[in-house]
């Protein structure tokens, strides 16, 4: 079935750090979202990426697609203590009728 | 955008009882999805529901235990039937995603069968 693997599952780094999380999938993607899910909240959409290598920045977070738009990675550059949370990725593909297919989460700490 | 209300946000409930989760948009929208997602886990599609059709289940998921109604293009109920302690989990609604548009959540149902 359609799945996307997220690793790792959690990062525990110190304030001013980098963090990174990956996503990959075994078929070809329509698209790729990111969301970011505070302890107790609810998923917040961070940004979508549809071209095949398409680079996206928001701030300090960097957004990548994979050439075969296979895999993706969210990198935040010198972390923060309001970037706790869950990062998740979500895949979208062809013919999925929209719906979206989750990654596991990473989830992240960041200590002081 | 769009604004979802979500309700109950919690309940704990006995088991073998049933619970109905209600989502209201704020604007007409032709999918809902209904997600779980166990503590500490990630979101699991349990459905995507059109207005005017039944609702299509993903694997592991059946009608029978989680009926969904779709009445208008503003709103759709969930039901968690039959529950038991393996149904403990938080149940989110979500609008979109378009082929280029962003999912919206709901806040969230924490429910806890005892």
């Known amino acids: 079935g359609q799945q996307v693997m997220q690793i790792p599952q959690y990062q525990h780094v110190q304030e001013g750090e980098d963090f990174t999380t990956y996503c990959n999938s075994s078929t070809t993607l329509s698209n790729i979202q990111w969301y970011k899910q505070r302890p107790g909240g609810h998923p917040v959409f961070l940004i979508q990426l549809v071209k095949s290598g398409e680079v996206k920045k928001q701030k300090r977070l960097t957004f990548q697609f994979g050439e075969a738009k296979k895999n993706s990675s969210l990198h935040i550059t010198a972390t923060q203590t309001t970037d706790v949370g869950t990062y998740f990725c979500a895949g979208m593909f062809s013919g999925g009728y929209n719906k979206l297919i989750f990654g596991a989460g990473t989830r992240l700490a960041v200590h002081p | 955008s769009a604004v979802i209300s979500q309700k109950p946000s919690r309940d704990i409930c006995q088991r073998g009882t049933s619970l109905t989760i209600q989502c209201q948009v704020d604007?007409?929208?032709?999918?809902m999805f209904w997600y779980r997602q166990q503590p500490g886990q990630s979101l699991t599609l349990i459905a995507t529901a059109n207005q005017g059709s039944e609702a299509t289940y993903e694997s592991g998921f059946v009608i029978d235990k989680f009926p969904i109604s779709r009445p208008n293009l503003t709103f759709s109920t969930l039901t968690v039937s039959n529950m038991s302690p393996e149904d403990s989990s938080i149940y989110l609604c979500?609008?979109?995603?378009?082929?280029?548009?962003?999912?919206?959540f709901g806040q969230g149902t924490r429910l806890t069968v005892v």
């Open positions: 979500s609008v979109g995603p378009g082929l280029n548009t962003e999912a919206f």
């Open positions: 604007s007409q929208v032709t999918m």
